[in-house]
């Protein structure tokens, strides 16, 4: 059994990224980007005390294309998931997250989730949406 476990907190709350309304010509020219992060906080109990690593992966079902670095949604556009520096993560693919091994308590990070049409494909216009799950392993 697990002595020490994290809890999660996505903002917005909702867990819900909505990009809005937008119009098919804006979306060709330019990506429409909406922030989100995930707040990780440790257990405190008497019977944490070693430290631990956690590692996460965004992962979905959907079809995944650019070296699994981006997701089509089916309707002419692709969702990308970028870290503070604007890399894109590889979907269904596990890595460092955060590590509990030292004092820290709190672990916060800020993604940005990116909307773009696909070059040469015509775009579906209507509501969209797709769902991609935030899992983790304890290391």
């Given amino acids: 059994m697990l002595d020490c476990s994290v809890n999660f907190s996505i903002s917005p709350e909702t867990q819900v990224i909505d990009f809005g309304k937008f119009n098919l010509l804006d979306i060709r020219r330019h990506t429409m980007s909406k922030t989100f992060s995930i707040?990780?906080?440790k257990s405190q109990n008497d019977q944490c005390?070693?430290?631990f690593k956690v590692s996460s992966s965004f992962y979905t079902e959907e079809?995944?294309?650019e070296e699994d670095?981006?997701?089509?949604?089916g309707n002419g556009l692709k969702l990308r998931l970028l870290d503070e520096n604007a890399?894109?993560?590889t979907f269904n693919k596990y890595a460092e997250y955060a590590d509990f091994t030292s004092?820290?308590?709190?672990?916060?990070k800020t993604y940005t989730a990116e909307l773009s049409s696909i070059a040469g494909t015509p775009?579906?216009?209507g509501p969209f949406d797709t769902v991609v799950l935030f899992k983790i392993n304890y290391n």
């Avoid at 670095?69 to 949604?73: E, F, G, N, V």
């Avoid at 004092?103 to 916060?108: H, T």
Wanted: charged share 25%; aromatic share 8%; proline share 4%.
């Fill in 39 to 41: 707040k990780t906080t």
């Fill in 69 to 73: 670095k981006a997701l089509l949604i």
């Fill in 123 to 125: 775009i579906e216009a």
């Fill in 63 to 65: 079809t995944l294309v």
């Fill in 87 to 89: 890399s894109p993560y």
């Fill in 49 to 51: 005390t070693d430290g």
């Fill in 103 to 108: 004092d820290m308590l709190v672990y916060e």
